[in-house]
């Protein structure tokens, strides 16, 4: 494999002495994100640093981010800072990237993907997860997660839950909660997992969690070839079906849909599924495509013929309710 400098054009090759300013929020994970692009950036002969930026998402931590029209809430002022030249490339937890970029931003990088899975944080005693009939008091901001567990659980009540990881994780603490749901690629990402946590492997995840995801300026050719090594072609394959089945049934991060693809021995697996907020009514979704029996752009378009085979078996009439109640809000 020639080094990347060696491929790279000859007016791209006399702009490797140019700094790629990286824009990323200031919470302990997006630093460790960003700063982890700027070491592989380093890596393949790019200089970067670090520039902060607040997002609106940082500054009302009291809010339920579903009654924050959360769609971009994350991504938004980084998306400023891009668009007015301020910053080179952005990086975001890719779950919290809208399905629709803003105008002018384009994708440069999917990192290999790390766990999908939602964790319980929990208190000392955990059997009330035995019981489906149990009560308890369970926390967190995602509609998603409230919507699953309160149809698995249905008399347990859901408490809101906001702040960056180490304010969430201090509030679990502080509250009488038996416990609160994180993704587990956050907190193992900055070594905050708690011994007291468990993998809820029922619970689908939120369209590409675990994953990261680059971006820069449309027609920016030296960040998009600079970060073009970055890119994990099966990451980028399998959160793009999934944020296609997101889009394709008319979501955002504010709605409780959940979706996994997944490439094992050659076959993308994929699961998805759409609750009505109080969880009380559910649609599932569960499909396969071997790769070596599949045209790429039939695999490329996937996600949008699983959003289609869940409409017809039941989701159309929750997307619809979904729908009407985002309207009238």
Aim: hydrophobic share 40%; proline share 4%; with cysteine.
């Amino acid at each position: 494999m020639k080094p990347l400098m060696s491929t790279l054009p000859l007016e791209l090759f006399n702009q490797m002495s140019k700094q790629i300013r990286i824009g990323t929020r200031e919470s302990e994970l997006a630093v460790w994100q960003a700063q982890s692009v700027k070491e592989l950036l380093g890596r393949n002969g790019f200089d970067a640093t670090l520039v902060y930026i607040k997002s609106e998402g940082d500054i009302d931590l009291q809010t339920p981010l579903y009654e924050m029209g959360v769609q971009g809430i994350f991504t938004r002022s980084l998306d400023i800072a891009l668009l007015n030249g301020s910053i080179d490339i952005a990086v975001h937890s890719m779950k919290d990237v809208p399905t629709q970029p803003a105008k002018g931003i384009v994708q440069s990088a999917i990192l290999k993907r790390a766990s999908y899975k939602d964790i319980l944080v929990h208190k000392s005693d955990i059997s009330f997860l035995d019981n489906l009939q149990s009560t308890a008091v369970i926390a967190t901001s995602s509609i998603r997660r409230k919507a699953q567990w309160l149809n698995r659980y249905p008399l347990h009540q859901v408490e809101n839950l906001r702040g960056n990881i180490n304010t969430r994780l201090r509030k679990v603490a502080e509250h009488n909660w038996q416990g609160a749901i994180f993704a587990a690629a956050g907190l193992d990402r900055i070594n905050l997992r708690p011994e007291q946590s468990i993998e809820l492997d029922w619970m689908l995840p939120a369209p590409a969690q675990g994953a990261i995801m680059v971006v820069c300026r449309e027609g920016d050719e030296y960040c998009l070839q600079a970060c073009d090594a970055l890119n994990d072609p099966d990451t980028a394959l399998c959160t793009k079906i999934e944020r296609d089945f997101l889009r394709t049934l008319l979501g955002g991060c504010s709605t409780p849909i959940s979706a996994l693809a997944e490439i094992k021995d050659g076959t993308i697996h994929f699961r998805g599924n759409i609750l009505s907020p109080d969880g009380k009514q559910k649609a599932d979704v569960e499909l396969s495509w071997p790769m070596t029996n599949t045209p790429m752009s039939e695999l490329w378009e996937s996600g949008i013929r699983a959003a289609g085979e869940l409409l017809q078996h039941g989701g159309k009439a929750i997307a619809k309710q979904i729908q009407m109640m985002s309207n009238s809000n």
